[in-house]
């Protein structure tokens, strides 16, 4: 892959910033000039494509920007729910497209930081990246005392972009509420952008992440789960020097074909980790990506990355989990309980309106509690919702508190790694802790 640098210039950004909202104005125009041309038959069509077509245009502005702007489409494809799938799908990308950064800028932050090249600072030292994220690369390395390690290192030029990065993308998000009747209130959008600014400013401070780590390293106690040593004498704010575990991620291991022992033996742990922070830790570690798993060959699994670690106020694991129903009137009083709808909402428009929308979801996240056990296989994709469906349904949202953000991004996404190892598994913990 070609190595990229961040534009780190205000006025590029800017620019690459204004560039997009012109195409997505323009493409809007154009849209509403061939709507009225088209017949009522293909409008929905046209509908989808209009959203995918923005989506595209979004993805590739952030794209440029690379940085937090990518990390910020990341999170936003995970976060709003409510946006159109298109628009969604495309941000999605951003997950898996991220080009490491070449030796030189990596050794100039570290010299940054520590006054000296890391070859002089570590036995062994490689100085390409064996992975790469949004907001820094990981390297392997080897201590004075012959111990492996992994040290990740910050792009240059992260930490400095984020409130102007988040400005950035909170234009291009306002140019498309003004261009579609399918986005919530834009003040809810504008809340979930600032809780994505405050979750990225904790996530460039690699001394709060290695807090985090040493947290979870003390408070985890499930048989078979390993947490990362954190070397504190090789850390910095923008250096993190933790243990390097080997095994294998998620995705790597199942292309192996594990037989069903042992995806329901690594299913279980899963989802009895997940069931622990919610019920006993009441914190979540909140990045469900398959490769912050590791599969160890002594049946243990090592869970790594701990940038974005949510603290959930007291109560509110047992709200959420009244969720886990098909009684439409519980459903209606949690909704309420979250705040996720106004009071003034009554339980006639909840049931006409926002319940023929979300049916579908809540069927398909409160399966897996609904019985001793549960058989992954037979759960179906993530339910996507059509655009002509989304109108009412987001106008009822009364505000998205960041809790509920956490908890949708670490239960959806645990259960669509389930589904993915195929697993047949105990669920009684869900619900019973």
């Given at each position: 892959m070609r190595h990229k640098s961040i534009p780190t210039e205000k006025y590029k950004r800017t620019a690459i910033t204004a560039v997009t909202t012109a195409k997505i104005g323009l493409k809007h125009a154009v849209y509403l000039g061939k709507k009225t041309l088209s017949s009522t038959a293909n409008t929905r069509q046209k509908n989808q494509q209009h959203e995918e077509d923005m989506g595209k245009i979004v993805f590739a502005a952030l794209t440029q920007l690379r940085g937090t702007a990518l990390k910020i489409a990341q999170m936003m494809s995970l976060e709003l729910d409510m946006l159109p799938e298109g628009i969604r799908a495309e941000l999605g990308k951003a997950c898996h497209r991220v080009t490491p950064l070449n030796r030189a800028h990596i050794r100039k932050v570290y010299l940054a930081e520590f006054n000296t090249v890391p070859e002089k600072v570590f036995a062994q030292f490689e100085p390409d990246a064996f992975a790469a994220a949004s907001l820094g690369q990981v390297h392997k390395a080897v201590s004075p005392d012959s111990h492996p390690l992994a040290v990740k290192i910050q792009y240059p030029g992260i930490a400095a972009s984020i409130k102007s990065?988040?400005?950035?993308?909170?234009?291009i998000m306002k140019s498309i509420s003004l261009s579609t009747s399918y986005l919530p209130r834009w003040e809810i959008i504008e809340n979930v952008?600032?809780?994505?600014?405050?979750?990225?400013?904790?996530?460039?401070?690699?001394?709060?992440?290695?807090e985090n780590t040493r947290w979870f390293s003390e408070n985890f106690k499930i048989p078979n789960v390993r947490i990362p040593s954190v070397y504190c004498q090789f850390s910095s704010k923008r250096v993190l020097t933790t243990e390097h575990i080997t095994g294998k991620h998620l995705d790597q291991w199942l292309e192996e074909n594990p037989d069903q022992t042992l995806r329901n033996h690594y299913g279980q742990l899963l989802f009895d980790?997940?069931?622990?922070?919610?019920?006993?830790?009441?914190?979540?570690?909140?990045?469900?990506?398959?490769?912050?798993?590791?599969?160890?060959?002594?049946?243990?699994?090592a869970l790594i990355d701990f940038g974005c670690i949510q603290?959930?106020?007291?109560?509110?694991?047992?709200?959420?989990t009244?969720?886990?129903?098909?009684?439409?009137?519980?459903?209606?009083?949690?909704?309420?309980?979250?705040?996720?709808?106004?009071?003034?909402?009554?339980?006639?428009?909840f049931t006409d309106d926002v319940f023929p929308v979300i049916e579908s979801m809540h069927t398909w996240m409160s399966a897996p509690g609904l019985g001793k056990t549960f058989n992954f296989a037979e759960l179906p994709p993530v339910p996507q919702k059509t655009l002509s469906q989304m109108k009412k349904p987001v106008k009822a949202i009364n505000s998205i508190r960041q809790d509920q953000v956490y908890f949708d991004r670490s239960y959806f996404g645990l259960l669509s790694i389930l589904r993915k190892m195929k697993v047949e598994i105990d669920t009684t913990k869900l619900l019973h802790p």
């Open positions: 990065d988040v400005q950035l993308v909170r234009g952008l600032d809780g994505v600014q405050k979750q990225l400013e904790k996530e460039v401070d690699y001394t709060q992440e290695a980790m997940f069931c622990y922070q919610l019920h006993e830790l009441n914190v979540l570690h909140a990045d469900p990506h398959p490769g912050n798993f590791l599969i160890c060959d002594d049946g243990s699994i603290h959930l106020a007291p109560g509110y694991p047992g709200t959420v009244r969720l886990f129903t098909r009684d439409r009137q519980q459903i209606y009083q949690a909704y309420k309980s979250l705040g996720i709808i106004s009071d003034n909402l009554s339980f006639d428009e």
